[in-house]
């Protein structure tokens, strides 16, 4: 059997919506082997076939990658019988095992997180688009969450269709589907899904608003109600965010090398909150937006003259050399981790995206290191005095092969780390450097 056409055709819809196949020709699929993931991979398989039929090419390229994460005895077998499952419907699938001890504290976030760095390294290797199952019960029981936290109007408009997520094109084609409807696709499609008891576990949020939708749903407050205050604050703030974009760079600009400015007028205007929270979101230092009241206290300090305040992960200095514009930077003392990436293919400080042909470390240049990057860069006689300060933490990239350097267009510093943002041009009897993003990109300056 295959899927119910209705959804088949409104899958379809929403994976026009997202200009696919036309805007990548890869796509990975997110896949735990429960019914919502299942039904994605059943749906996606019916859109391509769709394709070909209508003669569509190049058809798009599948992956199902299924992350083991080692947290239950039989996860490992699990995953494989998924694998085999897929596998036997013409769909190419990777199994990805976390080897990591998990903490003791904070499971399931530290459980996303590795399972998101794993599925983004994959979709960076393949230049690909990743695709998760996020359905419409899941829209609503975020928008409960949200509501119970006092989330403001962003928070409301809870998952979105398409998202940059470190650094990759996350899209969620299912949302206007039902855990149900998910089920039943993968039902007619015969795969036999995975029960995860954590689903079920009451110890965990999720869960419980589960249990608790009858209640709520006597109390008078109804599916469509929360449905359409995410979809109103979804629009809001879609708007705003056109709005403030539009704004640039009469009152700030963000730059590719990791920093922001932001002039006076935006300080004094009556929009600085709304600017100061889009400005932190593209730096993506902290994973969640400051307070307004945070915000007011370095507005008056930055007013009153003050310099050096510290905000999000961030420094705000008022430019030595014009009076006129705050530059806003990642606190370079903060310790940022090393990371290794096997592939080449990752994000680093949940800030830049690395694409390095080889397996590299990846680490801060810090002061010592961009001493010898700055004679090679332009016009750094005339920067502000702190202005050193903004691009201590930039990324550079240690190659353990030393042959790999040899033949390769970029600044090498006196200990071999390579120096990814400055490009060599010229002849060898005088290098000269210019900017490039290719092996090392400022996500922020993207979004």
Known sequence: ????????????????????????????????????????????????????????????????????????????TEAEQVKSMLVSAGINTHVARITDTPPEHGLAEWARKKRYDLLTAEVMRQDAVLMTAHHADDQLETVEMRLSRGSGLRGLAAIRPETGYLGVRLIRPCLSFTKSELAQAAHMAGFDPVLDPTNMDQRYKRPRLRADREWRGQSGVTDHQLMSLCDLSARLTEQTDQLISAMTPDMFSIYPQGYAVMTRQACEAKGFYLIASYILRHMAVKPYPPSDDALANVRARLLAGGGGVTLAGCEWQWDSRNADQVIIYREPEIAIAPISLPQGQGMFDHRWRISYPHPVKVEAIGAKRFAQVKPHLPHADHWPRRMARVFWSLPVLIDANSKNLAHLDRLVLDDGAIFPHLKKVGNKSHDEFLPDVSLARFIGHDL
């Open 1 to 76: 059997m295959t899927p119910d056409h209705d959804l088949s055709r409104r899958f379809g819809d929403a994976m026009a919506n997202r200009q696919l196949p036309q805007s990548s020709q890869a796509i990975v699929l997110a896949v735990s082997g429960g019914a919502d993931s299942l039904g994605m991979v059943a749906l996606v398989k019916l859109w391509v076939a769709r394709l070909a039929a209508e003669h569509i090419h190049p058809l798009p390229c599948l992956t199902a990658m299924i992350v083991d994460h080692g947290l239950r005895a039989d996860s490992t």
